[in-house]
């Protein structure tokens, strides 16, 4: 029997950064510093805000996971018309959000909030995912919606 725990975040999806890196010339030496620039921090609260009114925090769920997201982003105001169909999407308007942050981003600084906040012991256990990027519908707000769901581990399944 599967468990199923969904929640909601509301923001813009934020991709996990990349460490940057620079060096610095000491005298006759360089030296070189790695830094994480924390552009995701704001979304990742967002996340713990939201796994904590689900009740989920802690959760350390053990075995293989399944988690699908659908990462919702606000329309730009060009995707809609002007004057009185200011509020109605322009037919050439794109239904998926191709733009920064990737989807493979995403997913990880989700990954990464999930494991820091105890829903799972450890990312590597997710064994299956669902990810999508659309743009909402009409004038939506951005936000991400999850789903985890428990796994049974038996070959039959």
Known sequence: MSAIYEFEVTGDPKGQPRPKAFARK???KYTARVYDPGTAEGWKSAIAIAVKE???QGLMLEGPVSLT???IFARPKSHFGSGKNSAIIKPSAPFWHTG???LDNI???AKDALTQLGVWRD???VCKSHTEKPYATGKGHARSIFRIETLSNQLDQ
């Open 100 to 102: 920064k942050p990737d």
């Open 107 to 109: 997913i990880k600084a």
């Open 26 to 28: 000491m005298g006759n």
């Open 123 to 125: 990312d590597s256990q």
């Open 54 to 56: 689900a009740e989920i």
């Open 69 to 71: 997201m659908v990462a």
